[in-house]
């Protein structure tokens, strides 16, 4: 009896929660235009349409049937998505300051809120500062003879062995994030380091309910296992006289601002933007690395020419022993050509979340205050006004300077990627080693694709290695 009115009661709150929705939508499509598309069931929008397909086929019927800016409901917040070039543009570069950065709850408290991502302003900018001087071409330089030795230990690890590619990938994009974080010379225990950034990033997707036994509330525990590693971290290299290790390495940087700046990073503000860095540049970097060796294997013909940069660049060297230099680096025409082609195709950030901070005008349609605004990254580099036969793995096209904001990997404006270069050198040397001195076979049987959250293949690549 009390369940058939609980049941009677709550259809009821929503078909009125749903007339309040239609009559305010309504209201404001009268009142302003407001760009085409559907809003859905009340609350949950189209986010079941969303999730029953995969995203990317979701955005493109919907951009085949409303055009390039379209608006949705989903995860229960209407949305504009923008599709073309320009409007990527406006959003993210020429009006970027009409829209802010927006991530959901549970992210934003367990990466912690002093991240820069979430920032905009003074704030944002003076972290911006720090991670671009650490995480650049002159940052970066000095660890290119660390991330190979890393990238020989790792392949050296896969030998004759059938390893999960973005698993491993992972574990090697972490150690380069790691190393480029606190230095070279850190005594730190990166078993513990690990363990605990894991039982983190679980919690990401998590409801934001900090009650025993959630995932968020484990998650919100390694937190500050990983605050108190970082503290030990801070602590020795204090002790240690005000050390400063020759690789200027990112925690460097952000203590060196405190005392440089007079306005001191506090303790909290230095843990959120390391763990912020890991989130930043681990899974999109293995993701990339993981796709690159699966298009590799499935063109022989461009395998082999990859293979001859690289073995030209070994044959110029006095001993087989002798390491990369950053000139070699730049020599990799064609691998850099795979990375681009790669970064387009798989485009593993399909897209990116802001909000609109008033209402914003656009080509006659309105972008109301609140509502989030997605620049649709995927549907732009597959879109064949700008990259003809888009689902061809073709690095030719890279020949030519793609046009403006049509290639996007790393993001556009204020908040763009400043790891790209780091991410571009970590590919570089990886590719150089796998090539020359190792073979891999793919697993036929698994051609697909999955979402972890970004998109990798299926499985994340299984493949069998041996040294050639
Ligand atoms: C292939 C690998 C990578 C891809 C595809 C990628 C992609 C992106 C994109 C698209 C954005 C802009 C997001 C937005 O506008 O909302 C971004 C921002 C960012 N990335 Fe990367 N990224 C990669 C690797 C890295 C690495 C290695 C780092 C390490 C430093 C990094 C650190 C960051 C940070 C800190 C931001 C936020 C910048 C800000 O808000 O000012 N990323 N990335």
């Not at 009125?16 to 305010?24: C, G, S």
């Not at 959630?214 to 990983?226: D, E, G, W």
């Not at 002790?239 to 601002?257: G, I, P």
């Not at 506090?266 to 763990?275: F, G, L, P």
């Amino acid at each position: 009896m009390w369940t058939i009115a609980a049941a009677i009661i709550l259809g009821l709150a929503m078909f009125v929660f749903f007339l309040f929705r239609v009559f305010e939508y309504s209201i404001l499509a009268r009142r302003k235009k407001l760009p085409p598309g559907s809003m859905g069931w009340p609350y949950i929008g189209e986010t079941l349409q969303l999730y029953s397909g995969s995203t990317n086929s979701f955005f493109s019927l919907k951009q085949k049937r409303y055009g390039d800016v379209f608006k949705t409901h989903i995860l229960g917040c209407p949305c504009v998505m923008i599709a073309s070039p320009e409007a990527a543009r406006f959003v993210l570069v020429s009006q970027a300051h009409l829209f802010k950065p927006t991530f959901p709850t549970s992210k934003q408290r367990i990466i912690g809120p002093q991240a820069l991502f979430f920032h905009d302003g003074p704030y944002h900018a003076k972290l911006r500062k720090l991670v671009v001087s650490s995480f650049a071409t002159e940052g970066i330089k000095s660890i290119l003879s660390d991330i190979e030795s890393l990238t020989i230990a790792t392949l050296d690890s896969w030998d004759a062995k059938k390893i999960n590619t973005f698993t491993e990938m992972k574990k090697f994009t972490f150690q380069v994030g790691i190393l480029r974080i606190f230095g070279r010379q850190e005594n730190i225990d990166m078993n513990e380091l690990n363990e605990a950034y894991l039982s983190l990033e679980n919690g990401y997707n998590s409801l934001a309910i900090n009650i025993p036994g959630t995932k968020f509330n484990n998650a919100m525990k390694a937190r500050r296992r990983l605050s108190k590693i970082v503290e030990k971290v801070v602590q020795s290299r204090r002790a240690k006289s005000q050390h400063r290790s020759d690789d200027s390495n990112f925690l460097d940087v952000l203590l060196a601002s405190k005392e440089e700046s007079g306005q001191q990073l506090s303790h909290e503000q230095v843990v959120d933007n390391i763990i912020g860095i890991i989130f930043a540049s681990r899974d999109t970097t293995a993701s990339v690395l993981t796709w690159i060796i699966k298009f590799l294997k499935s063109s022989p013909v461009l395998l082999e020419s990859v293979t001859a940069e690289h073995e030209s660049i070994t044959l110029k060297k006095a001993s087989s022993d002798d390491r990369l230099t950053w000139e070699d680096t730049k020599c990799m025409h064609l691998t850099t050509r795979v990375i681009q082609e790669t970064l387009r195709v798989a485009t593993v950030l399909s897209f990116t979340f802001r909000e609109a901070v008033e209402d914003v005008e656009y080509k006659g349609y309105i972008i109301p205050k609140g509502w989030k605004v997605l620049p649709l990254f995927r549907n732009i580099h597959h879109s064949p006004d700008y990259f003809p036969d888009p689902q061809k793995f073709d690095p030719s096209r890279f020949e030519a300077t793609p046009k403006a904001n049509t290639f996007l990997p790393f993001g556009n404006g204020v908040h763009s990627c400043p790891g790209s270069e780091l991410a571009k050198l970590e590919m570089l040397v990886f590719i150089h080693h796998l090539i020359t001195k190792f073979r891999w076979e793919l697993d036929e049987s698994k051609t697909g694709v999955q979402y972890s959250p970004f998109q990798i293949p299926q499985e994340g690549l299984p493949i069998r290695v041996d040294r050639k």
